[in-house]
């Protein structure tokens, strides 16, 4: 027990760097029509419902439909911190994916070459969402800087 207790707590750390403005990156966690292009899309699903109240405490629901086997996958939290455009932290709940309720941090900073978006997710074992999150950093490179 001991040990799957130190894999829960060990958190998921990732940092890249984003060639857009941090404006914009920070956007795309907020704004339901970049939310579609990257958060939570693998690639046999597709984001079907975004609902979000941007404010402190304001709630969030996002509605994936894995359209291999026509399921559903609810993601949802709160909103902790917002602090555009450099930092946004909520609560995180996918149940189909891992039990509980995790804290997601995610950090924004100005550079030459645009932005560096680090993230970090706690109350969740890194082999859990580790790799779903680097796959849905590529995408949403891909997205602002196709803008």
Known sequence: MAVMTAKILDPVEISRVIFAQPEMVFD???KPELIRK???VGPTSEI???ELDLKIQGKFSIRELEKSNNEYIDHYGKYIEIDRPGKLAFTLSVPK?????TN???EIVATREGSELSLT???VSKDVTEESWKKMF???SLTLENQ
Do not use: R
Request: aromatic share 18%; no cysteine; charged share 5%.
């Open 121 to 123: 997710q706690i109350g």
């Open 104 to 106: 997601v941090s995610v």
């Open 48 to 50: 079907i419902s975004v």
């Open 138 to 140: 590529n995408q949403l």
């Open 97 to 101: 994916h891992f039990p509980g309720e």
């Open 38 to 40: 990257w958060l939570f």
């Open 28 to 30: 795309a966690w907020v």
